[in-house]
């Protein structure tokens, strides 16, 4: 492998138009290639970011010799074949979220990612986000005595349209898979992995979710009220409530550079961390440099944790009346 990291993308969107913006913060990686299954969306992304070569199918960037990693950003259903295919030809993977479509797609992913050895991350940057990270080390360091409670919201007004991958169940549409996993992982960062799910929700016409509140119980009383929406918006906030304080993370907190440190009877402390770049780039560098060092997974976004949450996502699913289903071809 070179001593520059190459990464191929696949499923040049909306998503994967904002994270190829981030590498020239990132050193020592550089985005050679891009696949798409439409030979002319794959060109037009290549010649907006200067990408070498454009490939007109998955099954060619995965076969590509020269990329090392691959940035799966296509709809969730194509996640598990696109990632089977590439560990089985020894391709790092970034896999957006939600991971897959379903928990036993997940499930055959990361087994297959521990049989290879080949490193393989849910890009869920909120984890690498500064500010995040500075959350993380307060509650380690017991700024808010244990953690009890989690509160986090994300919601977005979108009109119904059938035809829009949002509200589309065979290309992994509704609340949980785009937005829900944030404010799932989110509480499973802080507080593990819950005992028992509680969802209730409604769904659009097409069978997707639109909506859902998620009650998770993590044991010993300690629980996450959870909050996802497409038919109507939410602040997208989080608060984690401990014994002898809280923190509060504005909104956007999935992508914060700010929090708010209450400790009991003190003042509020705010605490700002900005991203580099447009806040993409952390969980770049956390891949090029697992990597390079030759680990199979990242200790911030660990595998277990992404099945965890895709768990979690699956229940809530299966009580709302959601069937989501891999595709079954690498395309």
Avoid: C
Avoid at 106 to 116: F, G, I, K, M, P
Avoid at 129 to 152: F, H, N, Y
Avoid at 224 to 238: D, Y
Avoid at 273 to 298: K, W
Wanted: hydrophobic share 45%; proline share 5%.
């Amino acid at each position: 492998m070179s001593a520059e990291i190459r990464w191929g993308v696949v499923g040049p969107g909306r998503i994967a138009d904002k994270v190829v913006q981030d590498f020239p913060v990132v050193d020592g990686a550089r985005v050679v290639a891009v696949a798409s299954r439409s030979a002319e969306r794959a060109r037009a992304f290549a010649e907006r970011h200067g990408i070498d070569r454009a490939h007109g199918s998955y099954a060619d960037v995965v076969a590509d010799p020269d990329v090392d990693v691959l940035y799966v950003a296509t709809p969730h259903p194509q996640h598990h074949a696109l990632a089977l295919a590439a560990l089985r030809a020894g391709k790092a993977l970034l896999v957006e979220k939600a991971f897959t479509a379903t928990t036993a797609g997940a499930h055959e992913v990361v087994d297959l990612a521990r049989q290879t050895g080949v490193f393989t991350m849910e890009a869920m940057w909120t984890r690498f986000q500064p500010a995040v990270v500075a959350l993380r080390e307060l509650v380690a360091d017991g700024a808010i005595g244990e953690v009890r409670s989690v509160q986090a919201d994300l919601g977005v007004s979108r009109e119904y349209d059938p035809a829009d991958r949002l509200f589309d169940l065979a290309l992994g549409g509704g609340a949980l898979l785009d937005l829900g996993v944030y404010v799932v992982s989110f509480a499973q960062m802080l507080l593990g992995t819950p005992e028992r799910v509680v969802a209730a929700g409604s769904l659009f016409p097409s069978g997707a979710d639109a909506e859902a509140s998620l009650l998770l119980d993590h044991g010993d009383g300690r629980t996450s009220t959870l909050m996802t929406s497409l038919r109507n918006a939410l602040p997208g906030q989080a608060r984690v409530f401990g014994t002898t304080g809280w923190i509060d993370v504005p909104p956007r907190f999935h992508h914060p550079d700010t929090i708010v440190l209450h400790r009991a009877g003190a003042e509020p402390e705010t605490i700002t961390r900005r991203p580099l770049g447009a806040g993409y780039a952390h969980e770049l560098i956390e891949v090029t440099e697992g990597v390079r060092a030759g680990r199979s997974e990242s200790a911030v976004m660990p595998l277990a944790d992404t099945l965890a949450v895709q768990t979690v996502l699956g229940e809530a699913a299966e009580q709302l009346g959601v069937r989501h289903a891999e595709a079954p071809e690498l395309g």
